[in-house]
């Protein structure tokens, strides 16, 4: 019979290929999401409808996964890191008396932060790769660097330009999304499935 992986092993596996999957199936609307952050006041796609029509036609249907690879490399590392890590810490927490039983929302802050921490220069690098192109002088008044492509070759660029806390750029605000949604998302977790079982013993 096969050997049974370690928990922490199969949590970091099961988190990895979950995001993935995730990732490349809603990236178009990731990299959407992106162009329309960064459009400023001229307006380069006026509707959504208007966007995806405008990427097909100039850009084609890869560039609706323009810096996919970065992306993927990202969330790979990051899912697993984050499950593993909140596995990890979950049964300390659990034990303290906390306020609402908020010791699996404390746990989740903690693993967001050390795992988005861990991949953010790739997060940042798949930002920039998703602005290229050829509407990229209409980004950000015109302010969007040009990269060469691949994600190794822009880091490369920004480290070069920026130094190495370049890869860092925008960190805080990252963690301040991502910190109290991870919270919000075990402890609810955490709950559901709590309930879920009870609902089947029953």
Known sequence: MPTPLPSSVST???GALAGVTATTVTYPLDLLRTRFAVQGTSKVY???VSSIRMI???EGFLGFFQGLGA???QIVPYMGLFFSTYEALRPSFSTLDLPFGSGDATA????SVIAKTGVFPLDLIRKRLQVQGPTRERFAGGMVPVYGKGMWRVGRDI?????WRGLYRGLGVGLIKAAPASAVTMWTYERALKKMKEWDIG
Not at 108 to 111: D, E, F, I, N, R
Not at 159 to 163: D, I, S
């Open 71 to 73: 992306g993927v490399a």
């Open 159 to 163: 480290v070069g330009k920026e130094g």
């Open 12 to 14: 970091f596996v099961a």
């Open 108 to 111: 989740g802050v903690l693993a």
């Open 46 to 48: 006026l509707s959504l």
């Open 56 to 58: 097909y036609r100039t």
